[in-house]
């Protein structure tokens, strides 16, 4: 003989089916019943600026460096390295939000490409997942230089000129 309970919405259910539904699907039917609300957690897109600081331009990026964005903020830098020849460019990380395996890929392709056209490339405000990535794989500061300000950069950059 089947019991029969009554489940948070009321609804009458039977208790063996219930049972071999399993696990997972008991939580599907809760999940669904909850209202939908907006993920809060997804990073930001990519938002990127570029300026002139001589003896190079700055390249402001702001939101997410991951999957999605990596190959635009390439796509952008490779249009500033053709402005200039050498290639100076200083990267404004300090709006970067968030920072996955792709974002540091794609920042190692980047000063691959300045550093075979001969250019430098350095980096300031940088913070969060984006340094810890750098720092773990060894990265700050062996191939990309950081420093706490725009100046420091701009006479990093005037120095390798030289």
């Not at 990073?43 to 390249?59: E, I, Y």
């Not at 250019?119 to 706490?148: D, K, S, V, W």
Request: proline share 7%.
């Amino acid at each position: 003989m089947t019991t029969g309970r009554t489940d948070r919405a009321g609804d009458r259910t039977d208790v063996a089916t219930h049972q071999r539904a399993g696990a997972g699907q008991r939580a599907s039917r809760e999940e669904a019943s909850m209202p939908s609300q907006p993920m809060s957690n997804d990073p930001p897109p990519l938002r990127l600026s570029v300026r002139a600081a001589p003896p190079g331009q700055v390249v402001a990026i702001h939101g997410a460096l991951d999957l999605n964005t990596a190959t635009r903020l390439e796509h952008e830098v490779v249009k500033v390295c053709r402005q200039q020849n050498p290639p100076l460019v200083i990267m404004d990380m300090s709006g970067v939000e968030f920072c996955d395996s792709s974002g540091l890929s794609s920042l190692v392709r980047v000063w691959r490409q300045i550093d075979r056209d001969g250019g430098a490339l350095a980096l300031i405000g940088l913070h969060g997942t984006c340094e810890q990535l750098l720092r773990r794989t060894g990265l700050l500061g062996r191939i990309f230089p950081t420093h706490p300000t725009l100046a420091q950069a701009q006479e990093a950059l005037a120095r390798t000129r030289r």
